[in-house]
């Protein structure tokens, strides 16, 4: 079985804002690169892209520096379509909320790898949402909350700056102070969430996108088509990180799969036959590619088979049987021989 990637990466001009909020609160930008093992040039190539381990290395470093704990909203407060690209400035001049967004989700690849964004709506509520699908990352909660904090400016440039959702949800824990959280979001915030989301009512996505320039987006739609065909990243590949996302929230189907995805589950499993897949094979690849990331972090086996979705241990393990022909406790214990052999 081949193992899929889920190291992550994300393009420099995704956090290009936290050298800018670093100096003000008065870090030695540099400094902090230097201890985050980071080239000290980093931020004057935008288009480059690092690792989600590395980035969450370098929000360490800055917020150890500062003493800040809203660090990253601070970052995200400062990013709108510019840190998503050509997606972004697709997305802002689509003909309406539903496209802008589905546009973002479905492209979103292009300039974050270690994340996934899907909108879903269902009786007169629709829900934005992102979350972090690359394991074992530092200050993941913050790199959250500057993704809740673009997706809000994002939704304030496609409907007007009163704006407001329902509900802001962030995966962080309450911090000491929410001051700043609830001035930036203007709606209640409720902490400790699976993922981050921006709730708000699903009339607003056949709004028409304020201020959007028609020419503009007859001229970016097709760039962004190409960039996305050059990207040469598989279909396979997007809906594994969907599914990195769903697994520990209920049973993996392809309903769910192709609603994040904006597609029908007749079209999801097409297209995955295209490429010589089946949504059945994949899910079990994802499943056991993120149990082998969570057993190398020396996670429990019953904690790992709680991740995953599976009822209890003994299930679990019968299912890494027939993924790897041996049980969970003895991969293990080979990964640690071999890590000891070298």
Same mark, same amino acid.
């Given at each position: 079985m081949k193992e899929l990637n889920s190291s992550g990466t994300i393009k420099v001009r995704s956090f290009q804002a936290v050298a800018e909020v670093a100096g003000e609160l008065g870090a030695d930008v540099e400094q902090a690169l230097k201890d985050a093992a980071l080239d000290p040039d980093l931020f004057s190539r935008r288009d480059d892209v690092i690792g989600y381990p590395?980035?969450?290395?370098?929000?360490? #470093?800055?917020?150890? %520096? !500062?003493?800040? #704990?809203?660090?990253?909203?601070?970052?995200?407060?400062? #990013?709108?379509?510019?840190?998503?690209?050509?997606?972004?400035?697709?997305?802002?001049?689509?003909? !309406?909320?539903?496209? %802008?967004?589905? !546009?973002?989700v479905g492209s979103l690849h292009l300039s974050d790898a270690g994340g996934v964004a899907r909108l879903e709506a269902q009786n007169g509520v629709a829900t934005f949402s992102w979350r972090v699908t690359t394991a074992g990352v530092e200050r993941s909660e913050q790199i959250a909350d500057a993704a809740a904090a673009i997706g809000c400016n994002l939704m304030r440039r496609l409907c007007g700056p009163k704006w407001n959702p329902i509900e802001a949800c962030l995966t962080r824990p309450r911090p000491s102070d929410i001051r700043l959280f609830t001035a930036f979001f203007r709606a209640p915030i409720r902490f400790e969430a699976e993922e981050v989301a921006l709730v708000f009512q699903s009339g607003q996505l056949d709004q028409e996108v304020e201020g959007r320039d028609r020419d503009l987006h007859e001229v970016l739609a097709p760039l962004l088509e190409r960039a996305m065909a050059e990207a040469r990243r598989g279909f396979q590949e997007d809906v594994a990180n969907v599914l990195r996302a769903q697994v520990s929230n209920g049973p993996l189907s392809p309903a769910r799969a192709a609603s994040a995805l904006g597609l029908s589950a007749r079209s999801l499993s097409r297209r995955l036959a295209e490429e010589g897949a089946s949504f059945l094979d994949l899910a079990q690849r994802v499943k056991y590619d993120m149990a082998q990331s969570l057993l190398r972090q020396d996670k429990a086996i019953a904690e790992v088979a709680m991740l995953l979705g599976y009822s209890d241990p003994t299930a679990f393990s019968r299912a890494f049987k027939l993924w790897s022909g041996t049980t969970p406790a003895s991969w293990r214990e080979e990964q640690r021989r071999r890590l000891a052999r070298h």
């Amino acid at each position: 079985m081949k193992e899929l990637n889920s190291s992550g990466t994300i393009k420099v001009r995704s956090f290009q804002a936290v050298a800018e909020v670093a100096g003000e609160l008065g870090a030695d930008v540099e400094q902090a690169l230097k201890d985050a093992a980071l080239d000290p040039d980093l931020f004057s190539r935008r288009d480059d892209v690092i690792g989600y381990p590395s980035l969450g290395r370098l929000l360490d #470093e800055c917020i150890k %520096a !500062t003493g800040c #704990e809203d660090f990253g909203l601070r970052v995200g407060m400062r #990013e709108a379509a510019g840190a998503i690209g050509l997606a972004g400035f697709a997305a802002i001049n689509a003909p !309406t909320v539903r496209e %802008a967004l589905q !546009t973002l989700v479905g492209s979103l690849h292009l300039s974050d790898a270690g994340g996934v964004a899907r909108l879903e709506a269902q009786n007169g509520v629709a829900t934005f949402s992102w979350r972090v699908t690359t394991a074992g990352v530092e200050r993941s909660e913050q790199i959250a909350d500057a993704a809740a904090a673009i997706g809000c400016n994002l939704m304030r440039r496609l409907c007007g700056p009163k704006w407001n959702p329902i509900e802001a949800c962030l995966t962080r824990p309450r911090p000491s102070d929410i001051r700043l959280f609830t001035a930036f979001f203007r709606a209640p915030i409720r902490f400790e969430a699976e993922e981050v989301a921006l709730v708000f009512q699903s009339g607003q996505l056949d709004q028409e996108v304020e201020g959007r320039d028609r020419d503009l987006h007859e001229v970016l739609a097709p760039l962004l088509e190409r960039a996305m065909a050059e990207a040469r990243r598989g279909f396979q590949e997007d809906v594994a990180n969907v599914l990195r996302a769903q697994v520990s929230n209920g049973p993996l189907s392809p309903a769910r799969a192709a609603s994040a995805l904006g597609l029908s589950a007749r079209s999801l499993s097409r297209r995955l036959a295209e490429e010589g897949a089946s949504f059945l094979d994949l899910a079990q690849r994802v499943k056991y590619d993120m149990a082998q990331s969570l057993l190398r972090q020396d996670k429990a086996i019953a904690e790992v088979a709680m991740l995953l979705g599976y009822s209890d241990p003994t299930a679990f393990s019968r299912a890494f049987k027939l993924w790897s022909g041996t049980t969970p406790a003895s991969w293990r214990e080979e990964q640690r021989r071999r890590l000891a052999r070298h």
